[in-house]
């Protein structure tokens, strides 16, 4: 289920990956952006499991996971997604919530 998240006037759901997608943001109380690199306008499209634990397409830590991921995976990750490519994302994010654990 898409939901899409104004994090200017919404405050961000109280989930344990928030801080792997939002790395640097700092939040107040009310889980609310407070600082005003990540009020910026980026767009995420987080594919998650159902219990909203695991992130689905993750982004890679570093360069080196980024460029092995180009080449070896395609560019499947929540923050380097290019529109065209949204369907294979959302295929891979499957595969990958179907693959044994």
Request: aromatic share 8%; net charge positive.
């Amino acid at each position: 289920m898409p939901v899409w998240i104004n994090v200017r006037t919404t405050p961000l759901p109280r989930l344990a990956i928030i801080p792997d997608v939002l790395v640097n943001a700092r939040v107040d109380a009310s889980n609310m952006i407070t600082d005003p690199f990540s009020e910026g306008f980026f767009l995420r499209s987080v594919v998650l499991t159902p219990d909203a634990a695991t992130i689905l397409n993750p982004s890679p830590k570093t360069v080196a996971g980024s460029i092995s991921r180009a080449l070896f995976e395609g560019n499947n990750s929540y923050a380097t997604l290019d529109p065209r490519d949204y369907i294979s994302m959302l295929q891979h994010a499957l595969r990958r919530f179907r693959a044994p654990h």
